[in-house]
């Protein structure tokens, strides 16, 4: 499995962008790049997933250069409530036909201040 | 949609001691994955269940045992409870039959405290 590397932590304020850097150097061509957001006591959340190029949806944008050697998540306008720990992910989706396990990092902690 | 339940919120036990966890996944979902977090640690993968089965074990000792029901609930039992069990349990659902994009549903976890 590919291991990520990502910030510790990461400061901004209310409305700016956040682009939240992750590296994975040995990523496989089968393997996709999963975001998830979690914040205090609660179960992880999807962002956002991709296999290359950009991918966008209601929440956050993805990024993927063409040697897919890293990945970046872009969250607009963040408000104070964005403040939570980012993981990204990357592995092959599937195992065996079926969902394959999640591999955690230690995540990227996003504060947000007003 | 209830999305993916757990239950209890919240447990205290002593070393030694046995806790079962249990998982009700969202509907339409047939797989169970379990993890846990410890404080400050991103999750760690214990098993996966499917059709009944643990397809997927992560580096977990045998204390860690698990368990599907025909309806796709499930439980996580944990026996001889450690200090180091203490942690957030948590139960991610998903299709049985993987996709091009899949995505794990996570349950609100259960915090588990061994004293």
């Known amino acids: 499995l590919a291991k990520t590397t990502q910030p510790i932590s990461m400061d901004s304020y209310e409305g700016q962008e956040v682009n939240i850097t992750c590296s994975h150097n040995?990523?496989?061509?089968?393997?996709?790049i999963t975001w998830y957001q979690q914040f205090p006591s609660q179960g992880p959340r999807f962002i956002i997933q991709?296999?290359?190029t950009k991918v966008t949806n209601e929440v956050a944008s993805l990024f993927i250069p063409a040697d897919r050697k890293s990945s970046t998540l872009s969250l607009p306008r963040v408000s104070l409530s964005d403040t939570a720990v980012y993981y990204c992910?990357?592995?092959?989706?599937?195992?065996?036909?079926?969902?394959?396990?999640?591999?955690f990092g230690t995540g990227t902690l996003l504060a947000v201040q007003p | 949609d209830a999305g993916v339940t757990q239950s209890p919120t919240h447990l205290i036990k002593t070393r030694g001691q046995q806790v079962t966890l249990r998982c009700s996944p969202k509907?339409?979902?047939?797989?169970v994955s379990w993890y846990q977090q410890a404080l400050g640690q991103g999750p760690q993968f214990i098993f996966q269940?499917?059709?009944?089965?643990?397809?997927q074990r992560g580096n977990f000792p045998d204390r860690f045992s698990g368990h599907q029901f025909p309806n796709y609930s499930s439980e996580l039992n944990v026996n001889a409870l450690l200090l180091g069990d203490s942690a957030l349990y948590l139960c991610?659902?998903?299709?049985?039959?993987?996709?091009?994009?899949?995505?794990?549903?996570f349950g609100p976890g259960t915090r588990l405290l061994v004293l």
């Open positions: 040995n990523i496989a061509t089968n393997d996709y």
């Open positions: 991610a659902s998903s299709p049985g039959l993987a996709g091009v994009q899949e995505t794990q549903y």
């Open positions: 269940y499917y059709e009944e089965e643990e397809r």
């Open positions: 991709g296999y290359k």
């Open positions: 992910l990357v592995g092959d989706l599937n195992y065996g036909g079926a969902t394959n396990k999640l591999i």
């Open positions: 509907s339409g979902h047939d797989t």
